[in-house]
């Protein structure tokens, strides 16, 4: 029998849940020492996933040119959102800060290989985006791991897959999950970023548990 | 600033990540403390989500009848996927014990509400998927706090999402994420079960890693 965890360091995983954010600003570009990285991505790899697949890759960007040209994918892509953000929020839209890409010190963009040890696989021949769930699992270990060394990481997600795939050459059996900004922060919010600034607020989660079936309390 | 973590916080949680399990044998259906299901459902409910949107319901299921019929959804899913499980591995497959509906304490079906706070919104007008994605961080989170306070969790992939949609009596708008199998367990695998039983090998992480485009090491 594995050993179990002690109150106090129940405490500190639950700290870990409650403090992690998703960081766009504060990025300091401070070098990430190797050993730091190494266990991040080492927390990654030690996600779950369907049919103990590992799907995943990560390419560690550095090269500022090249981050600038994703930088340019982004602001397209917010130039296509704000089309559809409502109109009472565009104002708030506009005044918020969404992505660290260029001040962060590294970008690390996480694929999935959907073709990994065959075509199918135990576990997703009957619900076909496990491996792209698993590669998520993946991400969500990084971004804990990387809280507990004080790295921050913000998750870009108004940019568009295709012209980032294009631009770090993804073979076609390959597909980006997430593309992260990461690095040393000058401080976490002590709340979500977009619960601070009033964009939404956080939900009662009594409201959110059914039992049995959908609706249920 | 929020408080750092310790180096001997930080080793409590790369334990957690390493010795974390897909869980299917060994649940002793035993009652999980309430205030425990709390803590666990809390820590999924304080994972990142696109825009805050905070998506995720949880279904919990107790009643054995439903978990039987779900079960048989299960049994039909199998039959099919084992039609693509190549021949030299669907000896080892059929050996393979793949859920824990009916033996662990409770079962509890994670849903993504894809038309909360609006059809679109922050972060998620690009990329569809991103609201399924947060689901997903908020499953890794309760895998993790679960495997904190020594329960055990297993991820059932071989079911139709629709039927179990159909049985949970889910809105249109509203889709399964994860069917995840619930409760404390006699001990917990000292490596993925997968590969101690020999259907695949943990891959080494620094043939994972590229540096600025994909495959370049």
């Known amino acids: 029998m594995q050993a179990s965890f002690t109150e106090s360091q129940k405490e500190t995983i639950h700290r870990l849940f409650r403090s992690r ?23 990654a790899h ?16 550095e090269d500022l040119e090249k981050r600038k040209k994703i930088h340019s994918l982004f602001q397209a892509a917010k130039k296509n959102e704000r089309q559809h953000i409502s109109a009472e929020k565009q104002e708030l839209y506009d005044s918020l800060k969404l992505e660290g890409i260029l001040e962060s010190s590294i970008n690390i ?11 199918t696989g135990l576990g997703r021949s009957q619900q076909s985006n496990m491996d792209l769930f698993s590669t ?5 270990n990084m971004w804990l791991a990387a809280r507990a060394e004080d790295i921050g990481i913000g998750w870009v997600s108004i940019i568009s897959a295709e012209a980032l795939a294009k ?19 000058e401080s ?8 601070q600034l009033g964009w939404q607020e956080r939900l009662d989660i009594q409201e959110l548990i059914y039992f049995e079936t959908w609706g249920q309390k």
Chains 1, 2 share one sequence.
Not at 21 to 43: C, N, Y
Not at 109 to 119: A, K
Request: hydrophobic share 40%; net charge negative.
């Open 21 to 43: 954010r998703d960081v766009r600003q504060g990025f300091t570009g401070e070098e990430i020492p190797k050993e730091t990285l190494e266990k991040i991505l080492l927390a």
């Open 46 to 61: 030690h996600a779950p996933s369907v049919g103990f697949m590992q799907p995943w890759n990560f390419i560690v960007l």
């Open 109 to 119: 963009c996480v694929t999935c290989d959907r073709s990994r040890h065959g075509e």
């Open 136 to 140: 998520v699992c993946a991400v969500q």
């Open 167 to 185: 631009e770090l050459n993804l073979p076609e059996y390959v597909e980006v999950v997430a593309y992260l900004c990461v690095g040393p922060v």
């Open 188 to 195: 976490f919010f002590e709340e979500p970023e977009l619960e």
